[in-house]
């Protein structure tokens, strides 16, 4: 099983962009997944994550920098999750990862991690 984080680039500030994490392999649950994010110098921050909820629906919180601004979705039938970023400030610049922790049936529950995208918004 195997994350990619897409959708990276270097824009201006109050643009947007769509990052994507798609899973491939043979994942029979996504239990979670979340969008991290790591500035030069800086420990690494959760920006935004869903934990699927079940019959109770799934449960999105985001970090107070982001809120109003970024918006996670997943698309269920392909096990992708998306960042939609809008209003992109300076301060945004990270390499953001996605990270999912998905079931299959020969690890059980774990967490996989995927390579990072670089986001750059510039003056």
């Known amino acids: 099983v195997q994350l990619q984080a897409s959708g990276g680039g270097l824009v201006q500030p109050g643009e947007s962009l769509r990052l994507s994490c798609t899973t491939s392999g043979r994942v029979i649950a996504f239990n979670a997944g979340g969008w991290y994010r790591q500035a030069p110098g800086k420990q690494r921050e959760l920006v935004a994550s869903?934990?699927?909820?079940?019959?109770?629906?799934?449960?999105?919180t985001y970090a107070d920098s982001v809120k109003g601004r970024f918006t996670l979705s997943r698309d269920a039938a392909t096990d992708t999750f998306h960042l939609q970023m809008n209003n992109l400030k300076p301060e945004d610049t990270a390499v953001y990862y996605c990270s999912a922790n998905l079931y299959t049936y020969a690890t059980g529950s774990k967490d996989y991690w995927g390579r990072g995208t670089q986001v750059t918004v510039f003056s």
């Open positions: 869903i934990s699927i909820g079940g019959g109770r629906g799934d449960r999105i």
